[in-house]
């Protein structure tokens, strides 16, 4: 699973924004992730139905523009720079905010350009040198409407029942995709003989509206530990299979699902996490904004839905160690 855009113009066209502006009946936009530092960094865009993203990916060595006219404009997408941006928060209303300059920072041991913005945290900011900068929500130029991704929190007692029910009816599908991952990983596969006694722990379940009423899209992480020895586990730990990814639901009856299994040791080195930043809609299509992040690493991904297909249309490294 380990899965990379300003302008030479003068600073007044530089202000105005969309200087190099699509069509009026193409629709572009640019995504950017929004760090509680308040810098955003760019990682795709869209334009006359095409995805791409045009700024650059975290480097050991980057030289950064010193002024926004400096910045190249091979970095912008299509519709052109904007100073600004409409923030869509994990929490709260959107809001416009504003392009200050350009900062260089680090992200996992190496070094990334981003956009400085008048945003300012309502949470403390951890210092630069956290591998995992936490994220506050999806910036937008254009007139992209973002959905919020509901996450159905276990904390919540009236989210119980909900949650029960989605994982009794997956839970088929996981013992499906846990079978097929045992075959790779060696004498591991020997050491699972309790599948049907092991409980599967729902970990993480979030939602959107799928493209007809009543139906919804589910993304669900879930952990099945099974005890290990010290002999048997290199890590001396659990061996856990760590299950992940998308189901669609018309209430608690299962449609198409397509979900797969990472077979690890407690230390879940390999394992990637996601956090969804935001959902909205192009064309008739439903598409995800999220980062997926690990050890020492992550990632900013669009992913487009069909009705049997999952499709990573941009993935941006975001860094790594």
């Known amino acids: 699973m380990r899965r990379a855009l300003l302008l030479a113009l003068s600073l007044g066209a530089v202000?105005?924004?969309?200087?190099?502006?699509?069509?009026?009946?193409?629709?572009?936009?640019?995504?950017?992730?929004?760090?509680?530092?308040?810098v955003i960094v760019p990682f795709g865009s869209y334009s006359g139905g095409n995805w791409s993203n045009r700024w650059p990916t975290p480097l050991v060595k980057a030289d950064i523009p010193i002024t926004l006219r400096d910045v190249p404009e091979r970095w912008w997408g299509r519709e052109g720079p904007s100073t600004t941006w409409t923030l869509w928060p994990l929490h709260g209303k959107p809001r416009p905010i504003h392009v200050t300059g350009t900062v260089l920072f680090d992200t996992h041991c190496v070094s990334n350009i981003g956009l400085?913005?008048?945003?300012?945290?309502?949470?403390?900011?951890?210092?630069?040198?956290?591998?995992?900068?936490?994220?506050d929500g999806l910036a937008v130029t254009g007139d992209l409407a973002i959905e919020r991704v509901e996450v159905l929190d276990e904390a919540l007692p009236e989210m119980t029942p909900l949650r029960e029910s989605i994982r009794q009816a997956l839970?088929?599908?996981?013992?499906?995709?846990?079978a097929r991952a045992v075959p790779s990983f060696g004498d591991w596969r020997r050491t699972i003989k309790s599948r049907a006694s092991t409980p599967v722990k729902l970990e993480t379940l979030c939602r959107s509206p799928w493209l007809t009423p009543g139906t919804f899209l589910y993304y669900l992480e879930s952990l099945r530990r099974y005890p290990q020895s010290k002999g048997q586990s290199p890590a001396g730990c659990d061996l856990v299979a760590f299950t992940q990814g998308f189901a669609r639901f018309t209430g608690t009856a299962a449609g198409h699902t397509n979900i797969g299994t990472t077979l690890t040791d407690c230390l879940l080195a390999s394992v990637d996490y996601m956090l969804p930043l935001g959902a909205f809609r192009v064309d008739g299509r439903l598409y995800w904004?999220?980062?997926?992040?690990g050890r020492g690493r992550e990632r900013y991904v669009v992913i487009e839905f069909g009705d049997q297909t999952v499709k990573f249309v941009v993935e941006t490294p975001g860094g790594g160690c």
Do not use: C, M, N
């Open 15 to 38: 202000a105005t924004g969309f200087g190099l502006g699509a069509g009026a009946d193409e629709k572009a936009f640019t995504l950017a992730v929004l760090r509680r530092d308040g």
């Open 116 to 135: 400085k913005t008048d945003y300012e945290a309502s949470e403390p900011v951890p210092p630069p040198f956290l591998h995992h900068h936490p994220k």
């Open 171 to 178: 839970q088929r599908d996981i013992d499906a995709a846990e």
């Open 289 to 293: 904004a999220v980062q997926w992040a």
